[in-house]
């Protein structure tokens, strides 16, 4: 199965997927900075006692996780593992879009054959 697209072909999954994961990270980019210009994000106590709320983090939350347990299986070394942890807990979706933006990137590098930059100036 190609994942590139041709003349008059619709684009790959692994493009749109990119497309996704940049357009989600900047619409929440552009939204943070929007609610940020509305209220602080420690002014938000009152927010803590609505059952909807709690509901709703708890969801985010497990779904961070969740993802960050799939993430584990892809990546070896602990150190990118522990940052991908804190990343992902401190800016939520934001972070995931960006790894699987790497990771669809790194992907489709290691299909085509190319060496990773560092590896290119060490030949």
């Given amino acids: ?5 041709g003349p008059g072909t619709t ?3 692994p493009a749109f997927l990119v497309f996704l ?10 939204m943070t900075v929007y609610a940020s210009s509305v209220r602080g994000i420690l002014d938000n106590g009152h ?5 909807w ?17 799939w993430l584990w299986c892809q990546e070896s070394g602990w150190p990118a ?3 991908w942890f804190v990343a992902i807990m401190i800016f939520g979706n934001m972070a995931t879009s ?3 933006m790497v990771f669809l990137l790194r992907r489709r590098s290691a299909e085509n054959g190319d060496r990773p930059a560092a590896e290119s100036a060490a030949a």
């Fill in 98 to 100: 960006v790894y699987v």
């Fill in 53 to 69: 709320f709690q509901v709703t983090l708890l969801d985010a939350y497990l779904g961070f996780l969740l993802f960050f347990a």
């Fill in 81 to 83: 593992r522990g940052f």
């Fill in 21 to 30: 994961a940049a357009a989600s990270f900047l619409s929440l980019l552009l």
């Fill in 11 to 13: 684009p790959s999954r």
């Fill in 47 to 51: 927010l803590m006692s609505d059952a």
């Fill in 1 to 5: 199965m190609s994942t590139t697209a």
